[in-house]
């Protein structure tokens, strides 16, 4: 069974950085395309960036586009989301959610993290 961690979150002033991670065990995540999905509080969750298996494709929501990069590195088995610029409206708990191709959809997720909380805030 596939389990996700992600770890990176905090506080972060605006216009700061923070880089997300989201780690696997229990099997290779280079079989996974991985999704970052954020979830602010009253609102629904919202899909944020995705990489294909092998890492070649990639995908941002427009609110994050030239903002957040995704990456991986499968020998480590890990995701990571690098956020740049970060502005209040970004804050959320950010998940990260394995499935078979990187489409930002809820819907296509096979596995998901707990999540971890980024609050952006002077």
């Known amino acids: 069974q596939l389990q996700l961690v992600e770890s990176g979150g905090g506080l972060v002033q605006p216009g700061g950085s923070l880089r997300l991670s989201c780690a696997a065990s229990?099997?290779?995540?280079?079989?996974?395309?991985i999704n970052w999905f954020r979830q602010a509080p009253g609102k629904v969750h919202e899909g944020v960036s995705c990489?294909?298996?092998?890492?070649?494709?990639?995908k941002y929501a427009d609110s994050v586009k030239g903002r957040f990069t995704i990456s991986r590195d499968n020998a480590r088995d890990t995701v990571f989301l690098q956020m740049n610029s970060l502005k209040p409206e970004d804050t959320a708990v950010y998940y990260c959610?394995?499935?078979?191709?990187?489409?930002?959809?809820?819907?296509?997720?096979?596995?998901w993290g707990n999540g971890t909380l980024v609050t952006v805030s002077s």
């Open positions: 959610a394995a499935g078979w191709d990187c489409t930002i959809r809820r819907s296509d997720m096979d596995h």
């Open positions: 990489i294909s298996r092998s890492g070649r494709s990639t």
């Open positions: 229990g099997y290779t995540l280079a079989n996974y395309a």
